[in-house]
């Protein structure tokens, strides 16, 4: 029975992969884990993001290995929690942020992430490009926080 979301996140500080078992029924977090990058893969990343000219073929290079690497980091960490992959409904990621400016005469928001891979390398459901698709709808690219503080602290106490 697939109840569970799977969520990563990585931030700009390039410090690692954060995942986060959810059950989105009872906001309960089942488990939660941090890898930290391997360093090669960390120096590609940060090049990128502090590059104003990127080769395209850097970008889908990196961009593989990343997703790769998340893959391979979701599968190890499902085998420690004993968490078969038929109990996810889907892993949710938004990819490594290489870019953001979500306002002014042309707003965008750049994530690194390929979801076609990851989809095909775990056989699980991948969301991805929330962050765009927010910014497209005119935010600020964090579109999962406004529900998810409305469902901790939208009742008193």
Request: net charge negative.
């Amino acid at each position: 029975m697939r109840r569970l979301i799977l969520g990563l996140m990585t931030g700009t500080s390039l410090d690692g992969l954060d995942l986060a078992l959810l059950d989105p029924d009872t906001l309960e977090c089942r488990g939660w884990a941090v890898h930290s990058f391997p360093c090669e893969l960390r120096q590609a990343l940060r090049s990128l993001a502090r590059s104003d000219t990127i080769s395209l073929q850097a970008l889908g290079t990196t961009e593989t290995r990343y997703s790769y690497w998340m893959a391979q980091r979701v599968r190890l960490q499902l085998h420690e929690w004993q968490v078969q992959p038929g109990e996810l409904m889907a892993v949710a990621c938004h990819g490594q942020t290489l870019h953001h400016a979500p306002t002014g005469e042309a707003p965008f928001t750049f994530q690194l992430i390929n979801p076609g891979l990851m989809a095909a390398e775990l056989e699980l459901p991948v969301v991805a490009d929330f962050r765009r698709t927010d910014v497209a709808l005119g935010g600020q690219g964090a579109p999962l926080v406004p529900p998810f503080h409305q469902a901790l602290f939208g009742e008193a106490g």
